[in-house]
Structures are given as structure tokens and as C-alpha cells.
């Protein structure tokens, strides 16, 4: 008993400062969340549809169609792709533009208006596909599918 009872107090202590630093860490990763730099998503995403802004803004997507897919004078806004897509065709898509873009009419003509085409698989660059599997492809496609306007 006697002796025991050092041993719990520096248990404590011990207990007490990774508490601390744990506090410490959580509020500097809080603070950098709320830097003006970091991109926050849009309010009301549901689980899949975060995962798949969070892959969009991974993958660069926003680089071309902007961190809110609100585009930008050399590429297309993404919004209100509900009219023209599902969640498996925009996977498709993603998959192997090119291949679409031949067949859809409305894509091609914007494929010839901008400039820098999709990254794809049939083109140079290696594409999506390499890159993030289905699942994250799929996840991606709800996240265009919102409309966050
Ligand atoms: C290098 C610039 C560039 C990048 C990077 C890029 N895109 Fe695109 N995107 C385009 C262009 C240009 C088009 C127009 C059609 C085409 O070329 O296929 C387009 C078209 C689209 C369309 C069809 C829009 C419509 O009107 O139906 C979707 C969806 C899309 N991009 C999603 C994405 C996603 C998701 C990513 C990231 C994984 C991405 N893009 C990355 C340039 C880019």
C-alpha cells in the first residue's frame, strides 16, 4: 500500500500531461483548420459526399474548375451537372474522358472551347483512373451532383 502510492501519483501526473498535450495538439490542428489558406467544404454534405469534395480538392480539381467549382475563364464551372449526368456515368466519365467526350456532343464542344482538356487516359496524362479507384471516383460524382449554389 505504502509503497504503491508513489507510483499512482506519478501515473497521474504522467496521465495528466498527455491530456495537456493532446488539448495542445487538437487546438493547433483546429487552428489551422480555420487558416485562411485551408479549404473548407460546403455546409450540408452528407459522409459520401465529403469524401468526395475532400477528393476533389486532393486531386486538384479545383485547379482547372475552381475550389468551388465555380470555374474559371479557361475551364467550365461543374454545377448543375444533375441535368446531364448520373453517378455512374459522371464515374465514366472520370474514368476515361476522351472516350465520353467522342460520344457527347455537349462535351465535345466544350472540350474544343477550352483549351487544357480533362485529365485523361487515352490523352498524355495519366488520368483518374490511376489515380483514386472507384469508390472514390463514385464519391466524387455525388459531390458534383450537389448543388452548392
Ligand atoms: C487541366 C484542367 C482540368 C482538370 C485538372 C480537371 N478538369 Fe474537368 N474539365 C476540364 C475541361 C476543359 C472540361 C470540358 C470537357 C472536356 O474537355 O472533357 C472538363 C469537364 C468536366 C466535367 C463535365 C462538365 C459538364 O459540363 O458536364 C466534369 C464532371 C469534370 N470536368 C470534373 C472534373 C473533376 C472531378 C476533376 C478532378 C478529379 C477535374 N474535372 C479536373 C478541365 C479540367
Not at 475552381?66 to 449526368?85: C, F, H, I, N, V
Request: proline share 7%; aromatic share 6%.
Amino acid at each position: 500500500m505504502v509503497r504503491r502510492s508513489p507510483v499512482g501519483g506519478i501515473n497521474m501526473k504522467h496521465t495528466f500531461r498527455l491530456i495537456t498535450m493532446t488539448a495542445a495538439m487538437c487546438a493547433c490542428v483546429i487552428g489551422l483548420g480555420c487558416g485562411a489558406q485551408a479549404p473548407t467544404p460546403p455546409p450540408g454534405l452528407n459522409g459520401m459526399q465529403l469524401a468526395g469534395w475532400q477528393a476533389y480538392t486532393d486531386l486538384n480539381c479545383g485547379s482547372c474548375h475552381g475550389d468551388a467549382r465555380e470555374g474559371q475563364r479557361s475551364e467550365p464551372a461543374l454545377t448543375g451537372l444533375g441535368k446531364y449526368w448520373t453517378t455512374d456515368q459522371l464515374v465514366s466519365y472520370l474514368t476515361d474522358p476522351d472516350a465520353v467526350v467522342k460520344s457527347t456532343p455537349r462535351l465535345a464542344y466544350k472540350a474544343e472551347k477550352y483549351s487544357i482538356g480533362m485529365p485523361s487516359a487515352s490523352a498524355k496524362s495519366p488520368g483518374y483512373a490511376d489515380k483514386a479507384r472507384t469508390e472514390k471516383l463514385k464519391a466524387i460524382a455525388e459531390y458534383l451532383l450537389v448543388d452548392i449554389d
